[in-house]
């Protein structure tokens, strides 16, 4: 589940006395509904999502750039 990892450090850490005790002890974790899937993904799936990336990769570093701080969307509006 989701916090084991997180668990598992802060016992580790409280175990050490580093920390005085586990801040997720007790805190109850939400039932995802999470379902266990037996199937992988067929080669013809493998080759689409290669073919998506592809693209993606294709318009370049600068398709983004208008998301990273401080760019200035002017640069962007020819």
């Known amino acids: ?3 084991d990892a997180p668990t598992q ?3 580790w ?3 050490r006395g580093l920390i005085v005790a586990n801040p997720l002890a007790g805190v109850q ?3 995802l509904g999470y ?3 037996e199937r992988v993904l067929t080669v ?3 080759r689409q999502i290669q073919d998506v990336a592809g693209k993606a990769e294709q318009r370049g570093p600068d398709t ?3 998301q990273a701080p401080g760019r ?3 640069a962007h509006a020819d």
Do not use: K, L
Request: aromatic share 12%.
């Open 1 to 3: 589940m989701y916090a």
């Open 9 to 11: 450090m802060f016992n």
């Open 13 to 15: 850490a409280a175990d």
């Open 29 to 31: 974790r939400p039932e």
């Open 35 to 37: 379902v266990s899937r």
């Open 44 to 46: 013809e799936e493998v």
């Open 64 to 66: 983004h750039g208008a």
């Open 72 to 74: 200035a969307w002017r």
